[in-house]
């Protein structure tokens, strides 16, 4: 079974970091990008971070740029989401994500986030 687990949400002061893991097993981890969204009370999940761990080309939305880092351990299947400077506006259920082919997309259980101002 294809199974993702997200954790190390909490809540911060704004200013403040956290460092998401996302543990993954049942696929091949080296042979897809696993992705990082997040959703806020009322609003649409958004897309934030991705990462290829093949070749380690990544992705930022610009409201995280620079502030967020994903990184991969390929050895633990796990990736990483090292949040810095954060504001309120960060606050939100964070969830990792791989998509192993059409209509097979897989969600961990999201870890929440909040910051506080």
């Known amino acids: 079974d294809v199974q993702l687990q997200a954790s190390g949400g909490g809540v911060v002061q704004a200013g403040g970091s956290l460092r998401l893991s996302c543990t993954t097993s049942g696929f091949t981890f080296d042979d897809y990008a696993i992705g990082w969204f997040r959703q806020a009370p009322g609003k649409e999940r958004e897309g934030i971070s991705c990462i290829n761990s093949s070749d380690g080309n990544t992705y930022y939305a610009d409201s995280v740029k620079g502030r967020f880092t994903i990184s991969s351990d390929n050895a633990k299947n796990t990736v990483y989401l090292r949040m810095n400077s954060l504001k309120p506006e960060d606050t939100a259920v964070y969830y990792c994500?791989?998509?192993?082919?059409?209509?097979?997309?897989?969600w961990g259980k999201g870890t929440q986030v909040t910051v506080s101002s």
């Open positions: 994500h791989v998509g192993l082919g059409v209509l097979r997309n897989y």
